[in-house]
């Protein structure tokens, strides 16, 4: 998986975790929630937080920006490499060069 991907994916669970995290703190703080006032306001905030939780677990995921190359054999990348050098040596000490 390309790069950007995985911080797209990192950046997207930890969202998600932060949200659930928030749920389960509101929970929490409602089950040792003494007046009914407050009780009331924990139980607003706790369906707004939960809200939040089920809209972003529904968004899909985003779809990469650039096409996934496909995937090589390690024969495949050494070649690959071995362009690669090639192309740099020849830009680097080619017979262009002065």
Do not use: H, K
């Not at 703080?29 to 007046?35: C, D, M």
């Amino acid at each position: 998986m390309p790069r950007g991907d995985m911080r797209r994916v990192r950046d997207a669970n930890l969202r998600l975790g932060a949200a659930v995290a928030e749920v389960e703190g509101l929970y929490s703080a409602l089950l040792r929630a003494g007046t009914s006032e407050r009780r009331r306001r924990l139980q607003a905030d706790l369906a707004r937080a939960a809200g939040r939780l089920a809209t972003l677990a529904a968004t899909p995921p985003e779809r990469p920006s650039l096409p996934v190359a496909p995937r090589r054999s390690r024969w495949g990348r050494r070649r690959a490499l071995a362009e690669r050098g090639a192309t740099w040596i020849a830009a680097r000490f080619g017979q262009n060069q002065r």
